[in-house]
């Protein structure tokens, strides 16, 4: 609290909306063919320019779909079917959870970054990253319930 703002009550309000961003961002990102998928078999698969003739998980369409879509109808439905916006940081803390949680499973479709592959026993960086923010956002959600 800074000057009697209650910064979780933003923060709230602001995870709410997010995944209306993230949705619009991972468009973006299948349209300029950008952070495309491993190859795959699938009917579904896309064959993105400049990533040869081999067609290719659509993970941006994934990511939309999990991170964008779901994350943003969950928080929405806890914070006020679950009345959960009254309850200071509790919503953020979803956020953090459930977007960790999405982003983990949909990096096992992405192809990873190429300047680092993969780091510790075939996780990439997204995905340490993600297992990360979900310890940090489960001992949180513990110390404020």
């Keep these: 609290r800074i000057r009697k ?13 997010t995944p209306i961003g993230l949705f ?23 064959i993105f320019p400049n990533t040869g003739t081999f067609a290719r998980h659509p993970s941006q369409i994934y990511e939309a779909i999990s991170e964008g879509l779901l994350l ?18 509790l ?20 192809e990873p970054d190429e300047q680092l592959g993969y780091l510790i026993y075939f996780l990439t960086m997204g995905q340490l990253l993600s297992l990360i923010m979900i310890l ?8 404020i319930k």
Excluded at 5 to 17: N, R
Excluded at 136 to 143: A, L, M, R
């Design 24 to 46: 619009l961002g991972r468009i973006a990102n299948f349209i300029n063919g950008e952070l495309y998928g491993k190859t795959t078999d699938l009917p579904w698969g896309v």
């Design 136 to 143: 940090f956002g489960v001992v949180i959600y513990y110390k």
């Design 91 to 110: 919503i953020s803390i979803y956020f953090l959870f459930f977007y960790s949680v999405f982003r983990f499973f949909s990096e096992t479709f992405r």
């Design 5 to 17: 703002i209650y910064t979780f009550i933003y923060l709230d309000i602001i995870s709410c909306v």
């Design 72 to 89: 943003f109808i969950i928080l929405n439905f806890l914070a006020f079917r679950r009345k959960l916006i009254f309850k200071q940081g």
